[in-house]
């Protein structure tokens, strides 16, 4: 978010040589899920098939597909003798 930032600095030094200058713009902030408090996403290319396959696989359990890959990623890092830090 700091390039983000850095740019609307730049935009509102040269807002007053605009032929019509602009209000500033607001800095807004979201409000953000307490579930997604402390995290970040994860995006990754998987096939389809696979994809069908955690599905179901999450239903079938009764659990969230999130849960699953958490799971996964916690395996991983323990095979390779890491902290497993995934929830």
């Given amino acids: 978010m700091k390039q ?8 509102d030094r040269l807002n007053p ?6 209000a500033a713009r607001p800095t ?5 899920a307490p579930s997604r408090a402390n995290r970040k996403a994860l995006t990754t290319w998987q096939d389809e098939a696979a994809l069908k396959s955690l599905k179901h696989l999450a239903a079938e359990l009764g659990v969230s597909q999130q849960a699953l890959i958490a799971e ?15 929830t």
Avoid: C, E, F
Wanted: aromatic letters at 12%.
């Fill in 4 to 11: 983000s930032s850095d740019r609307n600095a730049w935009l």
């Fill in 17 to 22: 040589m605009r032929r019509t200058p602009q």
């Fill in 72 to 86: 996964g990623i916690n395996y991983v890092l323990g095979k390779y003798r890491k902290p497993t830090v995934a």
């Fill in 28 to 32: 807004a902030t979201y409000p953000v």
